[in-house]
């Protein structure tokens, strides 16, 4: 995995966006949430692995995004 997902995991993880996400269907809700940021949020990971750092605008737009994901998997 690259280390710009794993950034993303982790601040999914620490952020207790998983709190809801029974364990054995947390590696399928990673995944799907990898490819989603792939299609949908490309920037993320570029900004993530060329600056690697979460700036405020960039925390803003993951936090964005992540909710956008977990609304779609409802």
Known sequence: MAV???IMSIFVVT???LDDI????????????HEFMQANH???A????????LSDELTKT????IDQYK???K
């Open 22 to 33: 029974e364990i054995d269907q947390v590696r399928a809700w990673e995944s799907g949430f």
């Open 46 to 53: 570029e900004e993530i692995r060329t600056k690697k750092t």
């Open 62 to 65: 993951l936090r964005a995004a």
């Open 4 to 6: 710009e997902q794993q």
């Open 42 to 44: 490309p920037k993320v």
């Open 71 to 73: 609304t779609l998997r």
């Open 15 to 17: 952020n207790g966006y």
